[in-house]
């Protein structure tokens, strides 16, 4: 018996059942992403590109393997809900009498509703009046709508204004590696993108809010002990050269302990990939609230009270 | 004697050989691979979030997803500026401030500043006459820009005059809106700043 068109049949099937899971699938999902507004507050543009001097130092991270050691994507378990004040209102009394009267109630349904640190630990009315100086903050934590709503409800009907906030929760998030999980649009301008798949080094994803100074990172890929106790990160010392120094130092060279540092007379640059791949780094930030991870980014708090005392002191004296 | 003359030997009785026959599968079994199917469907169905490019875990649906939007701290503008710029900006100014010989100012004026129940009634009906806006003397007609406009459009318009270019006044409902109209009625005269003056 002839079992070719069989056999073809088969094996076409198989292949295409899998062209149409692996290619076919994400590209009906997300081939047309394109950017989005942020939500909340203040939208803006999500993402935007990157600039040209970080674009370069992508095909640098890219040529050196760093995405063999470094994941470049956050992962996110589950959404908590904060109580935060913004406004302790008119009558501080009530305020404190009903926040601590919540805090109370939390400790019958642990984790449904849970006093946050500091304030949780050691509350009593004059911390809490303390830290009604320091607002906005959050002073409890949901696990459910329901609770979260109520409590909110409970302050806003004390003169205090309440809201809730929105903290995605989860191991990557609580390593401090980022504020939500990572989406499809954080990679919209990256080609290739490189989400990594070992965690040999901590990720990377928004390294640039942790580490906002491209100065460390040519430090740290020039002698990652030396910033970093402990790192196995090898050393990328070929991305710099060593120099003599003709005239005058270069504004660029490197900043090196005595231990590392060149002999006299000569100094350490960065090459152009080195400041190509700091400029990557410093630009890999994505924290931004999307609709698809949505967060709540609090308001700095309004350091009013003390930066008009000492200006008042300043302009006294 | 030649080989082929040798006599056969007796065959002894052998076990057959083993063919594979057609069985029965237990019917055990079909329930429980029909039980792991449904389990299957059903946790297909919770969690897929249909295929949804906007949903990842840990969000099951867009639903799950739009009660986690955070707030967008303040009222949106969006709207009214929209309608303000293309019906009252003619006349007023997208900037608020007012044209010479058309139409007077919204910064920093006590009409737009003032309870909402006077203001609403204006773009209900229009307002005629002589008028004093933020110490300036009118004398003009307004049209009814508003009569055609639906409640929520027409809160939205006036909570961006009373809420742009520095004026700081409380928003406009759509509620307000519709009782104002409840009171206003039949009515097609414009007003007069006299009669305007006389509602609190």
Request: net charge positive; proline share 9%.
């Amino acid at each position: 018996m002839n079992y070719g068109p069989l056999v073809f049949l088969a094996a076409f099937f198989a292949l295409a059942s899998s062209w149409c899971g692996f290619v076919l699938t994400p590209q009906l999902q997300i081939g047309r992403l394109q950017q989005t507004n942020t939500v909340g507050s203040a939208a803006a543009t999500y993402p935007v590109a990157r600039p040209g001097l970080a674009r370069q130092g992508l095909e640098v991270y890219r040529a050196n393997g760093c995405a063999y050691c470094h994941s470049q994507q956050v992962g996110q378990t589950g959404t908590l809900l904060d109580i935060a004040l913004t406004d302790a209102g008119t009558n501080e009394t009530t305020t404190i009498a009903a926040l601590l009267k919540l805090a109370d109630a939390s400790a019958n349904h642990p984790g449904v509703l849970t006093a946050l640190p500091p304030w949780g630990g050691s509350r009593s009315n004059a911390s809490t009046t303390a830290l009604l100086g320091e607002l906005p903050r959050a002073f409890l934590r949901s696990s459910t709508r329901e609770a979260a709503n109520a409590a909110v409800k409970t302050l806003n009907s004390t003169s205090a204004k309440a809201q809730l906030w929105i903290v995605p929760v989860g191991p990557d998030l609580a390593r401090g590696w980022g504020r939500r999980r990572t989406v499809a649009e954080d990679f919209l301008f990256d080609s290739p993108v490189m989400p990594g798949s070992q965690r040999v080094g901590p990720d990377l994803t928004n390294v640039g809010m942790r580490q906002p100074d491209a100065n460390w990172h040519l430090l740290h890929l020039y002698a990652p002990q030396a910033q970093v106790k402990g790192s196995t990160m090898p050393p990328y010392r070929f991305l710099f050269e060593k120099r003599r120094i003709r005239f005058q130092p270069s504004p660029e060279a490197l900043m090196l302990p005595p231990e590392l540092a060149p002999p006299a007379g000569y100094e350490i640059v960065p090459k152009p990939a080195a400041k190509a791949l700091a400029a990557y780094l410093v630009n890999l930030r994505a924290d931004a609230p999307l609709y698809t991870a949505p967060l709540t980014v609090p308001a700095a708090p309004a350091a009013s009270t003390p930066t008009n005392a000492a200006t008042a002191t300043a302009s006294a004296k | 004697m030649s080989p082929e003359l040798r006599p056969s030997l007796p065959l002894t009785a052998e076990a057959p050989e083993p063919r594979a026959g057609i069985a029965a599968v237990p019917v055990w079994l079909i329930i429980l691979l029909s039980l792991f199917l449904y389990w299957g469907m059903v946790y297909f169905d919770q969690h897929s979030g249909w295929f949804s490019p906007e949903v990842y875990a840990p969000y099951r649906s867009t639903a799950e997803l739009a009660l986690y939007q955070p707030p967008t701290g303040g009222i949106d503008l969006s709207r009214g500026k929209a309608v303000y710029e293309n019906i009252c900006g003619l006349c007023h100014g997208n900037d608020g401030a007012g044209k010479p010989g058309q139409a007077p100012a919204f910064a920093n004026s006590e009409w737009a500043l003032g309870t909402p129940n006077r203001m609403i009634r204006i773009p209900i009906v229009g307002l005629a006459g002589p008028v004093q806006v933020a110490g300036q003397q009118w004398n003009l007609a307004m049209p009814a820009m508003g009569a055609a406009l639906p409640d929520d459009d027409l809160a939205a318009v006036l909570t961006y005059i009373r809420q742009s270019w520095g004026n700081k006044a409380s928003a406009v409902t759509p509620e307000q809106v519709k009782a104002v109209r409840a009171e206003v009625g039949n009515r097609t005269q414009p007003w007069t700043a006299e009669q305007l003056n006389a509602i609190q």
